[in-house]
């Protein structure tokens, strides 16, 4: 094993810690929790004094967005569109004739349906507990 650094490492992401010799990550030495040492090159670096160092990490769900995560969205959007029926219902807005519906189980197992109408005329929307 090679001494004991003690200048201070540019390589932290959060709280994540590279070595600074070869770039693979720094893990705990054996029982010494103020030690972190390179598995690949023996670098080693000592702790002592970065307690008060603060790791703050937030993100919002478009930092990760995805391909996958996109197109997933794209088409349950148009099953939804496909799997609207139309029905013989009188809008309660513009009393057009017929309305689109889908129905969608969204209490519990033992109870009814919610079953969702949408006027195709003026766009009027509610929905109904069956």
Do not use: W
Request: hydrophobic share 30%; with cysteine.
């Amino acid at each position: 094993m090679t001494d004991t650094t003690i200048t201070p490492l540019s390589n932290v992401i959060g709280s994540l810690v590279f070595c600074p010799e070869c770039g693979n990550l720094l893990d705990m030495a054996g029982g010494d929790d103020d030690i972190l040492l390179c598995n690949q090159c023996s670098f080693a670096y000592k702790t002592a004094g970065d307690e008060s160092t603060k790791v703050v990490t937030t993100s919002s769900e478009r930092a990760f967005q995805s391909k996958l995560k996109n197109k997933r969205h794209l088409v349950q959007q148009s099953n939804q569109k496909e799997a609207e029926a139309m029905i013989k219902e009188k809008c309660p807005s513009c009393g057009n004739d017929e309305m689109a519906y889908h129905t969608m189980q969204l209490r519990s197992a033992d109870e009814g349906q919610t079953v969702f109408y949408n006027c195709k005329k003026c766009g009027y929307k509610y929905k109904l507990n069956s």
